[in-house]
Structure formats: C-alpha cells, structure tokens
C-alpha cells in the first residue's frame, strides 16, 4: 500500500493505492495510519507500533544475556550513535560516559548492554574503562531481530534517536 504514484505502471504493481492529502499540518502517524485505514480497511485509535519478540528468540535473548542477569542483576540498554550521515543527532560519548558513571555508582549491580551499528574502538572503550565487565558490547553483532529480541529484555533502554529507539517504543521497554 502507497500513495499514488505518477507512474501508472507502479500503481498497478501495488495492492492499494491512496490519494495524496492536501492536509501538510497532518501529524506523520496519522498520516501512515490514511495508507492503512484506505488502503485496505483496517482502522484504530491506537497511534503507536507495537513489535512481539517470538518465544524461540525470547529464550535465545535470555541465554545470551543470561551472564550479564545473573544474581537478578538489571540490565540498561545503550545506543550512542547514530546513523554516520547524521552526526548531529549525537551526544558526546564523554556525556554517556559520565551518565553510566552515576548509574554505577547509584547501582552497581546495573549491566550495560551496546546497541547498534558497529562503535568505534574509541567509543566502547571510553564505556568499559568505567564500566569494565559489566558492559556487553553488542553494537554491530547481531541481526536486527536478535537486538530486538535482547531489548526485550532490558529493564531500560537510554538512546538517541536512531532505529533502537523506535524498537524500544514498539516493545513498550522503558526508555530515555
């Protein structure tokens, strides 16, 4: 389901199309939700995604955070870049560094776990000179379902605006 397209030929490979709105101010959900509720039926009053991690890949996220839970140890989720073509959007590792300082020391049986893209040396170094082994780094290891699945499993999630987040807020895990 999409828009109409110019291309005729495109339409007509699509299962439904919908006309374009001529209402700019529209909030972008809403927006998404016209392909749907048009295109083929379905409505809500719900303007949220939700994601449900299977019970295959929630017992393989389990085993693979399971040294970092032990003891019942809570684990906090970190995202500390973003996409390379969008730098701006980043806060300076030196500031995350210091955030995990305070949690550590508010709760030092607090687990980190890296998500993300693959980090610079620099970066999860910057994080384990501090947190040591209590950091999982993650970042660039698994498949886009396997860090879902993990992040099921986080008692928080602290990121930036970047695809981890939007996972995050479809799994409903408490999130900054």
């Known amino acids: 389901v999409a828009m109409r397209q110019g291309d005729e030929s495109l339409n ?3 299962f439904a ?3 374009h709105s001529s209402d700019a ?3 972008l959900a809403d927006w998404q939700l016209r ?3 048009q295109g083929v039926g379905v409505s809500t009053n719900e303007r949220y995604v939700e994601y449900h991690v299977s019970a295959e890949e929630q017992r393989w996220a389990q085993t693979y955070l399971a040294a970092l839970k032990a003891g019942g140890s809570r684990v906090v ?3 500390v870049e973003t996409f390379h073509t969008a730098p701006h959007r ?3 590792i030196a ?3 210091a955030l995990v300082k305070l949690l550590r020391d508010y709760d030092p049986a607090l687990r980190f776990v890296l998500f993300g893209a693959p980090l610079a040396a620099d970066k ?3 994080l384990r000179s501090v947190l040591g082994e209590r950091l999982l780094s993650a970042a660039g290891a698994l498949t886009l379902r396997q860090s879902a699945a993990a992040m099921n499993e986080l008692d928080l999630f602290i990121g930036l605006d970047t695809g981890p987040s939007h996972i995050i807020a479809a799994l409903g895990v408490p999130a900054v």
């Open 95 to 97: 500031h995350f560094v």
């Open 90 to 92: 980043d806060w300076p």
């Open 17 to 19: 199309t919908v006309e």
């Open 35 to 37: 392909l749907v509720e």
């Open 124 to 126: 999860v170094d910057a």
């Open 77 to 79: 989720g970190l995202v």
């Open 12 to 14: 007509q490979r699509l």
């Open 25 to 27: 101010d529209i909030p």
